[in-house]
């Protein structure tokens, strides 16, 4: 059969709008745009152009977007060029993340916090999306206090309550930065309806290019950058700017918040197929996250008593394209560290997340769960017979 | 056209052994088993035994255009391998972690997913012949005699002979080079493995000082014995000696001077002339048979050693442990090595060397 992709939420491939739009950057709109000449005023213009659109898409000032080259970075100036700050403004840190965020996060965090550097809170998260709010404000009770929360967390899906953490942030003087590289264009993501200080966003999610993404820093939050050398994006990350990449990003940025409503709304369809049909054919399947809020484009669900290694090569051999938890980046499969948040560190279960996006049609999610439960029926006979 | 997983270690072995078998016309799908993480050695250029073996195997199933995939049998690997060999050093024995690692953990792991992945069979680029015999598959030696990998083979299970392939069987070296480069492939001319995968710097101390802590009784001092008894001087920690070793014994014994036995309820190293050192019995245990279990009286060919060459052999006894008398001699023969039995080519099977004694003691 031809090969089904459904792993939208690990990347997704370039959209032809932004591959347009990208194309005379990588060609004679080449200059650098901090170079005064007309190469230079053109990419300079370009960049301009870009982030503007991005301000746009996300509510915020033109002057509060960065652009760095990924979430990743992104997540780590927010988190580690915060604590910074307050240690050079002469203070001890406290740096409180939630238990389910990216490793880019958990990460920062950690570095941010190590060898005396601050405290490092780690929130509990239920498996209804609610979080540990004791927790919580024992951190914000030790300023001046970091708090990183995910919009949408990337294993299961599930929507953190992010407006009621920022705005308790807010009120408590703390800094909250929120990584919402699954969260835009799936959910509304509005920095001016919001109360987030920090926003972390990349474009390889959005159809945008690989290496691309932005750093929300509203105005009057103060960061030390983690690199050093030139002036640009406000000092916070110098080197010479990829203006392709930004271009690239803010269209794809642009076009998946134009059409945030719709294709979430369509999305959010197809997982439910996607999710009735699984759970009419494979009897003791879990849907991860089922009891919180979700974002429309992700389906994690678990299985009893089976290898995941062995599931998702037997199912990628069907060519079904599909991950366990998060994709390890030798892509040997680990435990997956938001799940053993969820549901215990010796849970039983093998984990398939179908991750949906522009591509997906009802043929693909109706295949995708003929032949997962085809592939499950005949490990779990298998297993029981081995 | 049926399904072969292919154990591939990014090695110039396994990338042709995969290649034979998807020119033969099957579905091959390559894997990479993950076995072991250097956590412990910041800055080493392999963050990861076998990263780069990774790497290299995917470039080759790019190159054939097949699927790769890792599985990670770090755990196992640790468990069954590691430790293994630690305790084995720590009780005075010299392991064979590569025999260990092949029976017990890779081809366990690549037979359970064979069966999860609908394969047909399961192979690997070992150097062994695997041929249909009357009363089922058997593996012969390989046919490139300096390359040859049956002794690393004998724990594999009988049940499992029917769903495994060497497809290098026939091949020399030079000829499966010669294959890689003519396929193209990236591997073609990458040097040997040598070291064991899981002791980078080549120093398995290191290894067990860190595992064993550096109280344990390999460490501390102990006399040096001869095999009357008498007191020829000190060394420091039985854990740096093996049987045969000259090394490290220090001069002035007049003659040269071999271990010949570690004892480490006493921590005493027994060393002794090149005569000493010669076996005449050997007895084997942890046995695993490819073949139905022999009678006593059977003569068959033992090869005590990697590099050895193997020798005839009498069974005086078979059970749970073997007897064997040697009927040539065989120098140091070490507890914890492999004893690996043959039928002229035929790989019969195996064990682990328990005890060796010469005939004078």
């Given at each position: 059969m031809d090969p089904i992709y459904l792993d939208h939420a690990a990347t997704t491939p370039l959209r032809a709008e932004v591959r347009v739009a990208i194309e005379p950057y990588l060609g004679d709109t080449f200059g650098n745009p901090s170079s005064l000449h007309r190469w230079g005023r053109e990419a300079a213009a370009a960049l301009a152009e870009a982030r503007a659109t991005c301000a746009t898409a996300l509510g915020a000032h033109f002057s509060e977007i960065h652009f760095v080259r990924g979430g990743t970075e992104s997540d780590n100036l927010a988190i580690q060029g915060r604590a910074a700050r307050l240690r050079a403004d002469g203070h001890i840190p406290t740096v409180a993340v939630s238990t389910v965020e990216h490793a880019a996060v958990l990460g920062a965090a950690s570095q941010a916090t190590a060898r005396g550097a601050g405290r490092l809170e780690t929130v509990p998260v239920a498996e209804d999306g609610s979080l540990d709010l004791d927790r919580l404000d024992r951190a914000l009770a030790e300023p001046p206090t970091v708090v990183s929360l995910m919009w949408v967390n990337n294993e299961t899906g599930m929507i953190l309550p992010v407006e009621e953490v920022a705005a308790r942030c807010r009120a408590a003087g703390a800094t909250f930065h929120t990584d919402a590289v699954q969260a835009v264009g799936k959910v509304p993501v509005r920095v001016d309806v919001v109360p987030v200080d920090l926003l972390t966003a990349t474009g390889h999610k959005l159809q945008g290019p690989k290496g691309t993404g932005l750093l929300f820093c509203r105005e009057g939050t103060y960061l030390s950058p983690l690199l050093h050398g030139g002036?640009?994006?406000?000092?916070l990350r110098p080197g010479t700017e990829d203006v392709a990449g930004a271009v690239g990003l803010a269209a794809a940025l642009r076009l998946a918040v134009a059409e945030r409503e719709a294709e979430a709304a369509r999305l959010g369809a197809l997982r439910a197929q996607l999710e009735g049909e699984l759970a009419a054919r494979i009897p003791g399947m879990r849907v991860n996250s089922g009891r919180a809020p979700r974002a429309p484009h992700i389906a994690s669900v678990s299985l009893p008593g089976l290898d995941g290694t062995s599931l998702l090569v037997a199912l990628d051999l069907e060519g079904l394209a599909v991950s366990g938890g998060a994709a390890c980046h030798t892509g040997a499969s680990s435990g997956s560290h938001v799940l053993a948040a969820l549901y215990g560190a010796d849970d039983p279960h093998a984990t398939v997340r179908f991750s949906l996006g522009a591509s997906t049609t009802a043929g693909d999610v109706v295949r995708a769960a003929r032949v997962t439960a085809s592939v499950v029926e005949r490990l779990q006979a298998q297993e029981g017979g081995a | 056209m049926s399904r072969v997983l292919v154990a591939m270690s990014g090695g110039v072995d396994s990338s042709v052994a995969a290649a034979l078998l998807k020119e033969a016309g099957h579905e091959v799908v390559g894997v990479t088993m993950k076995t072991f993480c250097y956590s412990g050695t910041p800055g080493h250029a392999k963050t990861c035994c076998g990263l780069d073996g990774i790497a290299d195997a995917r470039r080759v199933t790019m190159a054939l255009d097949i699927p790769h995939y890792v599985f990670d049998v770090e755990e196992d690997f640790s468990r069954d391998v590691v430790d293994d060999f630690v305790s084995e050093y720590a009780r005075g024995r010299t392991p064979n972690p590569c025999v260990r690692c092949n029976g017990n953990t890779k081809f366990r792991d690549l037979l359970a997913r064979g069966r999860a992945l609908e394969c047909e069979a399961i192979a690997s680029g070992h150097y062994v012949r695997w041929e249909e015999g009357p009363g089922g598959p058997r593996l012969r030696r390989g046919a490139d005699r300096a390359k040859d990998q049956s002794y690393f083979l004998w724990e594999l299970p009988r049940a499992i002979l029917p769903r495994v392939r060497f497809p290098l069987g026939d091949l020399t070296k030079a000829q499966v080079r010669e294959r890689a480069r003519s396929l193209g492939l990236s591997t073609a001319d990458k040097p040997e493995s040598q070291e064991i995968c899981f002791v980078p710097t080549g120093d398995y101390r290191d290894l067990l000082r860190r595992k064993l802590?550096?109280?344990?009784a390999a460490f501390q001092p102990g006399r040096l014995v001869d095999r009357r008894g008498n007191v020829l001087g000190e060394h420091d920690g039985f854990a740096g000696f093996t049987v045969g070793q000259r090394k490290g014994l220090g001069g002035g014994f007049g003659e040269p001077m071999f271990v010949l036995e570690i004892r480490p309820d006493t921590r005493e190293v027994v060393v002794g002339t090149r005569e000493e050192l010669v076996a005449h019995h050997v007895e084997v245990g942890e046995l695993n048979w490819l073949i139905e279990v022999p009678e006593a009286g059977t003569h068959l060919r033992v090869q005590l050693r990697y590099r050895a060459a193997d020798v005839p052999a009498l069974v005086l006894e078979a059970g749970d442990r073997v007897t064997l008398e040697l009927l040539e001699d065989a120098a140091a023969?070490?507890?914890?090595q492999s004893a690996v039995f043959y039928d002229g080519e035929r790989l019969l099977g195996g064990g682990r060397i328990v005890r060796a004694e010469s005939a004078a003691a």
């Amino acid at each position: 059969m031809d090969p089904i992709y459904l792993d939208h939420a690990a990347t997704t491939p370039l959209r032809a709008e932004v591959r347009v739009a990208i194309e005379p950057y990588l060609g004679d709109t080449f200059g650098n745009p901090s170079s005064l000449h007309r190469w230079g005023r053109e990419a300079a213009a370009a960049l301009a152009e870009a982030r503007a659109t991005c301000a746009t898409a996300l509510g915020a000032h033109f002057s509060e977007i960065h652009f760095v080259r990924g979430g990743t970075e992104s997540d780590n100036l927010a988190i580690q060029g915060r604590a910074a700050r307050l240690r050079a403004d002469g203070h001890i840190p406290t740096v409180a993340v939630s238990t389910v965020e990216h490793a880019a996060v958990l990460g920062a965090a950690s570095q941010a916090t190590a060898r005396g550097a601050g405290r490092l809170e780690t929130v509990p998260v239920a498996e209804d999306g609610s979080l540990d709010l004791d927790r919580l404000d024992r951190a914000l009770a030790e300023p001046p206090t970091v708090v990183s929360l995910m919009w949408v967390n990337n294993e299961t899906g599930m929507i953190l309550p992010v407006e009621e953490v920022a705005a308790r942030c807010r009120a408590a003087g703390a800094t909250f930065h929120t990584d919402a590289v699954q969260a835009v264009g799936k959910v509304p993501v509005r920095v001016d309806v919001v109360p987030v200080d920090l926003l972390t966003a990349t474009g390889h999610k959005l159809q945008g290019p690989k290496g691309t993404g932005l750093l929300f820093c509203r105005e009057g939050t103060y960061l030390s950058p983690l690199l050093h050398g030139g002036g640009q994006e406000r000092l916070l990350r110098p080197g010479t700017e990829d203006v392709a990449g930004a271009v690239g990003l803010a269209a794809a940025l642009r076009l998946a918040v134009a059409e945030r409503e719709a294709e979430a709304a369509r999305l959010g369809a197809l997982r439910a197929q996607l999710e009735g049909e699984l759970a009419a054919r494979i009897p003791g399947m879990r849907v991860n996250s089922g009891r919180a809020p979700r974002a429309p484009h992700i389906a994690s669900v678990s299985l009893p008593g089976l290898d995941g290694t062995s599931l998702l090569v037997a199912l990628d051999l069907e060519g079904l394209a599909v991950s366990g938890g998060a994709a390890c980046h030798t892509g040997a499969s680990s435990g997956s560290h938001v799940l053993a948040a969820l549901y215990g560190a010796d849970d039983p279960h093998a984990t398939v997340r179908f991750s949906l996006g522009a591509s997906t049609t009802a043929g693909d999610v109706v295949r995708a769960a003929r032949v997962t439960a085809s592939v499950v029926e005949r490990l779990q006979a298998q297993e029981g017979g081995a | 056209m049926s399904r072969v997983l292919v154990a591939m270690s990014g090695g110039v072995d396994s990338s042709v052994a995969a290649a034979l078998l998807k020119e033969a016309g099957h579905e091959v799908v390559g894997v990479t088993m993950k076995t072991f993480c250097y956590s412990g050695t910041p800055g080493h250029a392999k963050t990861c035994c076998g990263l780069d073996g990774i790497a290299d195997a995917r470039r080759v199933t790019m190159a054939l255009d097949i699927p790769h995939y890792v599985f990670d049998v770090e755990e196992d690997f640790s468990r069954d391998v590691v430790d293994d060999f630690v305790s084995e050093y720590a009780r005075g024995r010299t392991p064979n972690p590569c025999v260990r690692c092949n029976g017990n953990t890779k081809f366990r792991d690549l037979l359970a997913r064979g069966r999860a992945l609908e394969c047909e069979a399961i192979a690997s680029g070992h150097y062994v012949r695997w041929e249909e015999g009357p009363g089922g598959p058997r593996l012969r030696r390989g046919a490139d005699r300096a390359k040859d990998q049956s002794y690393f083979l004998w724990e594999l299970p009988r049940a499992i002979l029917p769903r495994v392939r060497f497809p290098l069987g026939d091949l020399t070296k030079a000829q499966v080079r010669e294959r890689a480069r003519s396929l193209g492939l990236s591997t073609a001319d990458k040097p040997e493995s040598q070291e064991i995968c899981f002791v980078p710097t080549g120093d398995y101390r290191d290894l067990l000082r860190r595992k064993l802590g550096p109280f344990h009784a390999a460490f501390q001092p102990g006399r040096l014995v001869d095999r009357r008894g008498n007191v020829l001087g000190e060394h420091d920690g039985f854990a740096g000696f093996t049987v045969g070793q000259r090394k490290g014994l220090g001069g002035g014994f007049g003659e040269p001077m071999f271990v010949l036995e570690i004892r480490p309820d006493t921590r005493e190293v027994v060393v002794g002339t090149r005569e000493e050192l010669v076996a005449h019995h050997v007895e084997v245990g942890e046995l695993n048979w490819l073949i139905e279990v022999p009678e006593a009286g059977t003569h068959l060919r033992v090869q005590l050693r990697y590099r050895a060459a193997d020798v005839p052999a009498l069974v005086l006894e078979a059970g749970d442990r073997v007897t064997l008398e040697l009927l040539e001699d065989a120098a140091a023969v070490t507890p914890g090595q492999s004893a690996v039995f043959y039928d002229g080519e035929r790989l019969l099977g195996g064990g682990r060397i328990v005890r060796a004694e010469s005939a004078a003691a």
